[in-house]
């Protein structure tokens, strides 16, 4: 009420339509932004350091740079350390290299205290002293102080030493134990698990959910591994965690967050990410004030954009090995459809005859060709406000459902995880009173 009023104009001019952009995956997403700024610097449009992608959260940036390293085409982050270089990352795959090869020291020395368990230093120095004395590698000496006081080596540590040391070479034994058997994700979560690493990262604080975030980003990169070994991860991830970033100087694409993006302007701007818990964020969906923020959030990150904007999301998310359909971001609505440019590719398909986008913001529905027979109708199971479990995500709420192709379609949030969109005949879904 107190503020002045202002009438804003650009000498401009009415500049192009924001280009809208759907993928399949969250993987045709990034190429499809790396696809398009290498044509329009080859284009000559704009030189590479006028190109910019913004996301919501940080581990958004994994698959962004996974795929310029791909292209061989080099990138900038702004605000944040590379995806594979921040602490969290890095210890989980240090847990999982030490659980691949035992000897390997500079892994074991990085994880023996995370979290914190009394295992300072000079308890350090002394267990490689005595796997020195008797011939053997740290870790070696680890695996057998498991047995706790009947292992020859307890004895040589003082009793505030030797316990957490048997502590962790008990957890270290069985996560050896059951490597083989298990896949990638499974021994990733049984890590997490039994470290309580959530419970060590996420304090409550901004920084330390972003942390838990890019723990779960690392997941869902060990998911794709589900049907392949544990060394076969190692391989690809040591492959692009040794690949060096350029420094913000230098003339090559920006990868920044919305909040880093302020006070900044660039001549091409993709935002990516456009769905509902991403962008705006799940956590600010029972918070008017957050949502509003978000919402600010989005309008930052256009209006960094100069001469074109390009707005993107996947219609599923979650890696090659498990995929998640997406909700569009409720901030999509807010656009008038005249001013924008759109493609999608759902099932397959590109811009149809008549140049008409497949996904209609406005509408927040698809534009699909008519079934060649009518599907069979089916009673719905699940309606808004019914409270449901699920297997992973435990407890959630029904927000919506819908009969689609033979099918129930039901929008849960969960507490856990946030919204999502399930199968009923697979996501095994159970009501409850």
Request: proline share 5%; hydrophobic share 35%; glycine share 8%.
């Amino acid at each position: 009420r107190n503020r002045r009023k202002k009438k804003l104009f650009s000498d401009l001019g009415q500049g192009e339509k924001i280009n809208y952009y759907e993928a399949l995956d969250d993987y045709g997403e990034a190429s499809f932004v790396v696809d398009s700024i290498a044509q329009l610097v080859a284009s000559k449009r704009f030189d590479p350091g006028e190109c910019a992608v913004m996301y919501r959260t940080n581990a958004q940036s994994r698959l962004m740079e996974e795929a310029f390293l791909s292209a061989r085409l080099p990138y900038k982050l702004v605000g944040a350390q590379r995806f594979y270089g921040r602490r969290e990352v890095k210890d989980m795959i240090a847990f999982l290299r030490l659980v691949y090869n035992p000897a390997d020291e500079v892994s074991l020395d990085r994880v023996i205290n995370v979290p914190p368990r009394g295992i300072g230093d000079k308890t350090l120095l002394t267990l490689h002293t005595v796997a020195r004395g008797a011939g053997l590698g740290p870790g070696s000496v680890l695996l057998d102080l498991a047995r706790g006081s009947d292992s020859p080596y307890f004895a040589q540590f003082s009793g505030r030493a030797a316990l957490p040391l048997a502590d962790f070479g008990a957890s270290f034994s069985t996560w050896r134990g059951v490597a083989s058997a298990y896949t990638v994700p499974e021994l990733f979560d049984k890590i997490l698990a039994d470290i309580r690493y959530q419970d060590h990262l996420d304090d409550g604080t901004e920084e330390g959910k972003e942390r838990w975030e890019n723990v779960l980003e690392l997941r869902r990169l060990a998911q794709d591994y589900e049907s392949r070994t544990l060394s076969e991860f190692l391989e690809n991830v040591a492959l692009i965690s040794d690949q060096d970033t350029l420094s913000e100087t230098q003339n090559a694409p920006t990868l920044l967050t919305l909040h880093a993006a302020k006070g900044l302007e660039f001549g091409a701007v993709f935002i990516v990410g456009l769905d509902d818990g991403t962008l705006p964020h799940s956590r600010s969906f029972d918070e008017p004030e957050q949502m509003e923020e978000e919402r600010r959030l989005f309008y930052v990150g256009m209006t960094r954009a100069k001469d074109a904007l390009y707005l993107v999301r996947a219609l599923q998310r979650g890696g090659r090995g498990y995929a998640e359909s997406t909700i569009p971001s409720r901030f999509l609505e807010d656009l008038p459809g005249e001013l924008l440019n759109g493609k999608s590719r759902a099932g397959g398909g590109g811009r149809r005859s008549g140049g008409s986008s497949g996904y209609n913001p406005r509408r927040d529905t698809w534009s699909l060709p008519a079934p060649s027979r009518a599907a069979p109708i089916i009673e719905p199971k699940f309606r808004a406000g019914m409270r449901v479990s699920h297997p992973s995500w435990e407890e959630g709420i029904v927000l919506d459902s819908r009969i689609q192709q033979d099918d129930e379609i039901v929008d849960v949030v969960f507490e856990s995880v946030g919204i999502k969109r399930l199968s009923a005949t697979l996501a095994h879904l159970t009501i409850l009173k």
